[in-house]
């Protein structure tokens, strides 16, 4: 059984210090395969803010722990910037995160998508383009195995019942239907800071597939209604195990907060 721990919405600069050596202590202790994390790197991607998400990744990769990024609407140049914004909008991401805003990790249980949402003109809805779509698609019709295939937005592209349909990517369905004809099992994403997770085949038929969308939530200060998070996979295809880990304000400490199992592919 391979483990994935899927975090979101860091806001350094929104971050509670005292939650940092703890959190990094219980990931240390679940023993991932991978960290993923969809974006929202920073409050208001200053560079202080970069150097402490920079130094948080460097713990990661410390403790041999390897993670996977995808940038979110709070990372790109602020707005009291316009001009970078405009025509450097991540700039700090590149330097400090990663120099690539789409992005793809393969190894031999994986093979995961991370697609760049965030859009200067549209930071807060987001966007995937045609071209996006294409590249990630025809990535993904290489491999004609039977690896976990994981899409990585920061913003959400399926509603749950926390998540209105207009506060979705653009054209959402359609990327559904079209990842879905690429045998996508899992979607992440993050920018509600709020845990949920629904399989599509409660909803949609694509292919006979199951899909499950899974969304986590913040381990930072800037919380809507639910305690600091983030989320566990356990993937033993066609089963996998979602956990939501949440921080307990008396113990001091993360711990499982709810549990659900659903199931992945054919």
Do not use: C
């Amino acid at each position: 059984m391979e483990k994935i721990i899927h975090l979101s919405d860091l806001h350094f600069g929104k971050f509670d210090p005292e939650t940092l050596p703890i959190l990094l202590e219980t990931i240390r202790s679940i023993k991932p395969a991978l960290v993923i994390i969809s974006g929202d790197f920073t409050q208001r991607a200053r560079v202080t803010e970069y150097k402490e998400a920079r130094n948080f990744l460097n713990l990661l990769k410390k403790e041999k722990i390897a993670y996977f990024v995808t940038p979110g609407n709070h990372d790109i140049q602020p707005i009291y910037r316009p001009f970078f914004r405009m025509l450097r909008p991540y700039s700090r991401f590149k330097k400090y995160i990663s120099p690539d805003l789409d992005s793809f990790y393969m190894d031999d249980k994986f093979l995961i998508a991370g697609i760049n949402t965030v859009k200067r003109r549209l930071p807060v809805k987001g966007r995937v383009s045609s071209r996006q779509l294409r590249k990630v698609v025809e990535w993904l019709s290489g491999f004609k195995d039977n690896r976990v295939r994981i899409v990585v937005t920061h913003h959400p592209i399926y509603h749950s019942r926390l998540i209105w349909p207009r506060k979705m990517i653009s054209r959402s369905y359609k990327l559904v239907e079209r990842l879905g004809q690429q045998k996508v099992d899992i979607f992440l994403s993050g920018h509600h800071h709020l845990t949920s997770s629904a399989n599509f085949a409660q909803h949609h038929s694509i292919e006979g597939r199951r899909a499950v969308f899974i969304q986590a939530g913040t381990v930072s200060k800037r919380l809507r209604g639910e305690s600091a998070s983030f989320n566990v996979l356990s993937i033993n295809k066609p089963e996998i195990k979602i956990e939501v880990y949440g921080w307990n304000s008396e113990n001091k400490k993360f711990e499982v907060r709810e549990s659900k199992v659903e199931f992945i592919g054919q």
